[in-house]
């Protein structure tokens, strides 16, 4: 069940969501969500025929939700989406950045830098690009929120102490990759800086990691559903006002989910 936990200040009027990557996965899940609970979902996607489907699939349930073209390496598509988000809704109160992408798992040594590049482009810059374009429309909300879909394989106290705070690996079995880790780390430090930033404008800004869900990412492997993985960054991102910002939580299949270490 999606906990209650919408914002109080705008009550009485329909609020506003941009999620990118929703087209499958986790994002498509926090998109249904988000749009259950009455928002307006505009439903990112770099492929439009894979959009167009998802947004078909939401719509078909009676959702308010629609397709907006933004590949989040792409700044041209990522502005146009900003414009028809400015179009159609006149603001934006929710920005989930859960695109993401990552190189199959080998070793620092044998990992390419064309594949640090890519996972840096997606996980870091799309963010970066997506949050930027969207903030004048975030500002105009009176209660912004931004979720990142961050990674346990981002913290950097969890790659020190070998030690998974997720408890999927077991101690001392930590994962030894470079790209995504690297990416999520970098993703974090991007939350922060956003957090303190916007500290003063009501716009709560944080990190989540959804757990280890069953994608396509995850080749169907995963502890949880990507419903189940859906749950904290929806809670993120209904936060009452004077909310945690700059915080990093991480999925255990309830919608509290628990603190994770940077
Ligand atoms: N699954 C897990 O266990 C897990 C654990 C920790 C964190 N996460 C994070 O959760 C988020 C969602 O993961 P997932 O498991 O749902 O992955 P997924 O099933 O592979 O879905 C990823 C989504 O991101 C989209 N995407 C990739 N590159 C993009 C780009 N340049 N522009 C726009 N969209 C792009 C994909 O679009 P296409 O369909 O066009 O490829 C897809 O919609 C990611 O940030 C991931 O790092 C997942």
Redesign the pocket.
Known sequence: MIPSTITGTNTGTTRVAVV??????????IARQLAELGMTVHL????EE?GRAAEAELCAAGLDVRFVH?????EA?VALAAKQVEEVSGRLDVLV??????SPWKPPSQTSTDEVRSAL???VL?VVTVTNAMLPLLRRSEAGRIVN?????GSLTAAAENRDPGNFFPPGAFPVILD?PAS?AALNAVTLMYANELRESGILVNAV??????????HG??A?T?EQ?ALVPVRLATLRDGGPTGTFTGSDGTPNGLPLPW
């Open positions: 990118t990557g929703a087209n499958k996965g986790i994002g498509f899940a990112g996607a770099r492929d894979r933004l590949d989040v390496t792409d598509t950045n859960n695109a993401g992408t990552s482009e997606t996980n799309g879909l961050s990674s346990t394989f995504y999520k990691c959804p757990g280890y869900v069953a994608t396509d990412r995850s492997h995963g949880l990507p993985g």
